[in-house]
């Protein structure tokens, strides 16, 4: 019954900004730490941002710090993620995901969508 539907993905050359919007139905996100994560073909699932409940704590991996953040809209049951100066290793299909707890990494968390494809590409 719960979804979490994520959208904004694309094409975009390097250099470039898309915002990422995750929004969860059939239950309310409130409670929960959300995140993103991406994965390339072959390549494990990585933690890319989370963010807290209340917004007071915020992750970001090390190769997206200065670059990504993060933000939600409680009362709209959203969560985005601003991603500028793209480049070519942040290719992947974004997930966007909720769980209990502090941890940023997807063994933490419990529900997930089904994701969309950004592709930084010349």
């Known amino acids: 019954q719960f979804q979490l539907v994520e959208s904004g993905g694309g094409l975009v050359q390097p250099g470039g900004s898309l915002r990422l919007t995750c929004v969860g139905s059939?239950?309310?996100?409130?409670?929960?730490?959300m995140g993103w994560f991406r994965q390339a073909p072959g390549k494990e699932r990585e933690g890319v941002s989370c963010?807290?409940?209340?917004?007071?704590?915020?992750y970001y991996a090390d190769s997206v710090k200065g670059r990504f953040s993060i933000s939600r809209d409680n009362a709209k049951n959203t969560v985005y993620l601003q991603m500028n100066s793209l480049k070519p290793e942040d290719t992947g299909v974004y997930f966007c995901?909720?769980?209990?707890?502090?941890?940023?990494?997807?063994?933490?968390?419990?529900?997930w969508g089904k994701g969309t494809l950004v592709t930084v590409s010349s």
């Open positions: 995901a909720n769980g209990y707890g502090s941890r940023c990494h997807a063994g933490s968390m419990n529900g």
């Open positions: 059939g239950g309310t996100l409130d409670y929960y730490t």
């Open positions: 963010i807290s409940s209340d917004s007071t704590s915020k």
